[in-house]
T-cell receptor, first 115, second 109 residues
């Protein structure tokens, strides 16, 4: 299962509060990603990381920040949550191997509700 | 941005065959993926195509035509457990995987 966990799995918060979601991997993968999934939009990339302290923006990065201070953890922060950020958030890692398919493997997801 | 289109919903009968089409227009091409996602769960990898042609994996096959910007996922001998959403995703030049909105397949007895 590529050893990916996400925490928390569910969270309900209020508008204006800060929220941090954690993605943890145990297999030393270099690339990590944060997506959100909403009905009718599919998965959309928020931010990604290509190494410790190396991150870049995705398609829907406004209102989100990330940090990666060690290989195994990739944190997604909503500085001031809004109702439009109610979504399911998935973390993913890119698998490397001899075939180098660039397949991404997803964590179990975090369901966030902003009231 | 990238443009990836696939039908929203499809319904088929148990034991039948269903073909899910995906068309794409992207900035470069480094491969096309199909993922399966059951309700409330994470997407799971099904197939990868980078060269033209058909890749077969058990009951599932995936086809790619790069010149046409077209792929399909073929599900044979449908089972109830195949009821899920199927996501088409393309890896463009920037290596940021871009997903279609997904096709919900309902298998009926």
């Amino acid at each position: 299962d590529a050893g990916i966990t996400q925490s928390p799995r569910h969270k309900v918060t209020e508008t204006g509060t800060p929220v941090t979601l954690r993605c943890h991997q145990t297999e030393n993968h270099r690339y990590m990603y944060w997506y959100r999934q909403d009905p009718g939009h599919g998965l959309r990339l928020i931010h990604y990381s290509y190494g410790v302290k190396d991150t870049d923006k995705g398609e829907v990065s406004d209102g989100y920040s990330v940090s990666r201070s060690k290989t195994e953890d990739f944190l997604l922060t909503l500085e001031s949550a809004t109702s439009s950020q109610t979504s399911v958030y998935f973390c993913a890692i890119r698998l490397h191997g001899l075939a180098e398919t660039n397949e991404q493997f997803f964590g179990p997801g975090t369901r966030l509700t902003v009231l | 941005g990238q443009n990836i289109d696939q039908p929203t919903e499809m319904t088929a009968t148990e034991g039948a065959i269903v073909q899910i089409n995906c068309t794409y227009q992207t900035s470069g091409f480094n491969g096309l993926f199909w993922y399966q996602q059951h309700a409330g769960e994470a997407p799971t990898f099904l197939s990868y195509n980078v060269l033209d042609g058909l890749e077969e994996k058990g009951r599932f096959s995936s086809f790619l035509s790069r010149s046409k910007g077209y792929s399909y996922l073929l599900l044979k001998e449908l089972q109830m457990k195949d009821s899920a959403s199927y996501l088409c995703a393309v890896l463009p030049n920037d290596y940021k995987l871009s997903f279609g909105a997904g096709t919900t397949v309902t298998v009926r007895a």
